[in-house]
């Protein structure tokens, strides 16, 4: 386990951006009855998500994301000391999406920018990753962009995954500043259950050939190719709902957290079902517990970045928040981190069009 305290570390601000084009899952998914709609939104939480257009990639919403935080914070994005870029639908196999970003958003050469392949559990990973190059690099500010245009990984037909899964990206500020309240992090692998949610072929493991790209009924009753998404929804729920609030629970009991004076526990958002049982299990009250699923559903990387701006920013949050974030899923990875957002800057929620 890989556990951590940073010092003199703060987020600043966090903005968030999602393509303007809206499917509302009552209307859409013809293969469909209203009957199989409706359950599956009271399952999900999910009413609606965006969708990108096909040429919109997760670097768009995240420079755009980028550009909204530059303007409220009044910064420069020559002060930016380095770009980490975390998602799995980058721009290209090479170079590095990052480089692109740096390029874009004008910041200096002497930025250090890099990619990370991770999903939901990618904004964990990221912080933890910029907080170490804040902490032990001598570096003083750092741009975390975590976004995916997933929904070009299902197919529409795909009835495990074509509900629920939305397109965003988002932007955070992370800088050195004394006196910041301390940063707890945990961080967890499991690799040897990578296979119960990815996508199958196309990567030089399994290359992409006419029969991977072949779109047909599979076993577990998605229309769907090797090349797009598959999850193995109740593994992935077991995994959730034990490995993961194990790990929280634990998390707490280490650190002498209490639920009661931690203001949001602020999860990925899986679906609402699972993120309740969740909740639940941890005794959270549901009023400390902060979704947008319902409205831009699983964002994989972004869904923490972006449920904080959306409701910070909703509800005009300001003063020191405690809060307990946790994402999971992709790896099989996960994490939790206790922070204290202090006063950070949330602009409301962007659209791309």
């Not at 999900?44 to 550009?67: I, N």
Request: charged share 20%; glycine share 6%.
């Amino acid at each position: 386990m890989s556990k951590s305290i940073f010092t003199n570390i703060k987020i600043k601000g966090i903005a968030g951006v999602v393509p303007k084009d809206k499917v509302v899952n009552l209307e859409a998914h013809a293969h469909l009855t209203e009957v199989e709609k409706k359950k599956a939104i009271k399952l999900t939480g999910v009413h609606e998500y965006r969708k990108a257009s096909p040429e919109v990639c997760a670097s768009d919403l995240c420079q755009h994301a980028s550009e909204i935080l530059f303007e409220h914070l009044n910064i420069s994005p020559s002060t930016i000391d380095a770009i980490l870029f975390v998602s799995q639908t980058p721009d290209y196999r090479l170079p590095s999406t990052s480089c692109l970003l740096q390029h874009k958003l004008s910041c200096h050469s002497n930025t250090l920018a890099f990619d990370m392949n991770l999903g939901c559990s990618g904004f964990i990973y990221g912080l933890y990753t910029a907080c170490s190059f804040l902490q032990g690099a001598g570096l003083n500010r750092i741009l975390l962009l975590c976004g995916d245009t997933q929904t070009k990984l299902c197919h529409s037909e795909d009835k495990n995954v074509s509900f629920i899964l939305g397109d965003a990206g988002t932007a955070t500020i992370i800088d050195i500043e004394k006196n910041a309240s301390d940063i707890k992090m945990e961080l967890m692998t499991d690799g040897s259950r990578y296979n119960k949610l990815m996508v199958p072929a196309g990567g030089f493991r399994n290359p992409s050939t006419v029969h991977t790209r072949m779109i047909k009924k599979q076993s577990d009753g998605g229309i769907r190719s090797q090349e797009h998404i598959s999850m193995d929804g109740m593994e992935i729920f077991n995994f959730s709902v034990t490995d993961v609030v194990n790990s929280i629970r634990n998390f707490m009991n280490d650190e002498n957290i209490d639920e009661h004076k931690t203001d949001y526990l602020i999860l990925h958002q899986a679906n609402k079902f699972m993120t309740d049982k969740i909740a639940r299990k941890l005794k959270f009250s549901s009023d400390k517990v902060p979704y947008s699923l319902n409205v831009f559903g699983n964002t994989s990387c972004a869904s923490i970045p972006i449920t904080i701006a959306h409701h910070f920013s909703q509800h005009k949050i300001s003063g020191k928040k405690n809060c307990l974030l946790s994402g999971f899923g992709v790896g099989l990875s996960w994490g939790v981190i206790h922070i204290i957002l202090d006063n950070i800057v949330c602009p409301s929620i962007g659209e791309f069009s």
